[in-house]
């Protein structure tokens, strides 16, 4: 999970536009209320397909998907992704 | 009778970027087939996404979601007869729009430095008491 966590702030860091330092971002906290816009967050998906080499499933592509760090790896998981491919 | 109002922006650059980075991807993942034809792949394609997007963005604000959030590709930007732009509902969208009791929604696309900006207004036909509903 540590891992996992750590690549997705790692996208997020690169895709995200967040106006706040992710290092203030807890994995719960909800990244819109921290300024991640709808737009953003496709490049974030988009970006994880890439880091993870997977595909987000039509099921997943909404707004809640991405709503916290935690979500995120909830939908990786959800996807059968357990660690970084890179 | 009431109406609900919806905007959005959306910064033409960013979209711009996004297709340049991550190309059919993006614009699959995002519109349907018919806004991708309509959008085209040439110098205004990202200005004619920018504004789509917007346009969704600003309808899901219309709708009062709980636990289930519309597809991007549930909200379509299609085009009259006479060239309006309109939105048709699909999926979940739709089934939320109905349980609202939103019958009909206009829809207003614009562009100018840098942005695409959209504003949907919605006739709402049914009893419904909500923060962001305006009795005319």
Same mark, same amino acid.
């Given at each position: 999970?540590?891992?996992?966590?750590?690549? !997705?702030r790692d =996208?997020?860091?690169?895709?995200?536009?967040?106006?706040? @330092?992710?290092?203030?971002?807890?994995?719960?906290?909800?990244?819109?209320?921290?300024?991640?816009?709808?737009?953003? @967050?496709?490049?974030?998906?988009l970006?994880?397909?890439?880091a993870?080499? =997977?595909?987000?499933?039509? @099921?997943?592509?909404?707004?809640?998907?991405?709503?916290? !760090?935690?979500? !995120?790896?909830?939908?990786?998981?959800?996807?059968?992704?357990?660690?970084p @491919? =890179? | 009778? $009431?109406?609900l109002?919806?905007?959005?922006?959306?910064?033409?650059?960013?979209?711009?970027?996004?297709?340049k980075? %991550?190309?059919?991807?993006?614009?699959?993942?995002? %519109?349907?087939?018919h806004?991708v &034809?309509?959008?085209?792949?040439?110098?205004?394609?990202?200005?004619? %996404? &920018?504004?789509? %997007?917007?346009a969704?963005? &600003?309808?899901?604000?219309?709708?009062?979601?709980?636990?289930?959030?519309?597809?991007?590709?549930?909200?379509?930007?299609?085009?009259?007869?006479?060239?309006?732009?309109?939105v048709?509902?699909?999926?979940?969208?739709?089934?939320?729009?109905? $349980?609202?009791?939103?019958?009909?929604?206009?829809?207003?696309?614009?562009?100018?430095?840098?942005?695409?900006?959209?504003?949907?207004? &919605?006739?709402?036909?049914?009893?419904?008491?909500?923060?962001?509903?305006?009795?005319?």
């Amino acid at each position: 999970m540590g891992d996992l966590n750590a690549t !997705i702030r790692d =996208v997020l860091e690169a895709h995200g536009r967040l106006p706040v @330092s992710l290092s203030s971002v807890n994995d719960d906290d909800d990244l819109y209320e921290n300024g991640l816009t709808s737009h953003a @967050s496709v490049n974030v998906m988009l970006a994880l397909e890439d880091a993870f080499e =997977v595909e987000f499933p039509d @099921s997943l592509l909404r707004k809640s998907t991405f709503e916290s !760090i935690k979500a !995120i790896s909830g939908a990786l998981e959800s996807m059968g992704v357990e660690a970084p @491919s =890179v | 009778m $009431s109406i609900l109002v919806g905007i959005d922006v959306q910064a033409i650059d960013e979209v711009e970027a996004s297709i340049k980075e %991550f190309g059919a991807r993006y614009t699959h993942r995002l %519109f349907t087939d018919h806004e991708v &034809a309509s959008c085209g792949d040439g110098p205004g394609a990202a200005s004619g %996404f &920018a504004g789509r %997007f917007a346009a969704k963005e &600003a309808v899901l604000k219309i709708l009062e979601l709980n636990e289930i959030v519309p597809r991007w590709k549930s909200i379509e930007v299609r085009r009259s007869m006479g060239g309006q732009p309109e939105v048709a509902l699909h999926g979940e969208a739709a089934e939320i729009a109905r $349980s609202q009791g939103i019958e009909e929604i206009s829809l207003s696309i614009s562009h100018g430095g840098g942005i695409a900006s959209a504003t949907v207004i &919605a006739q709402v036909t049914q009893g419904r008491i909500g923060a962001r509903q305006w009795a005319i």
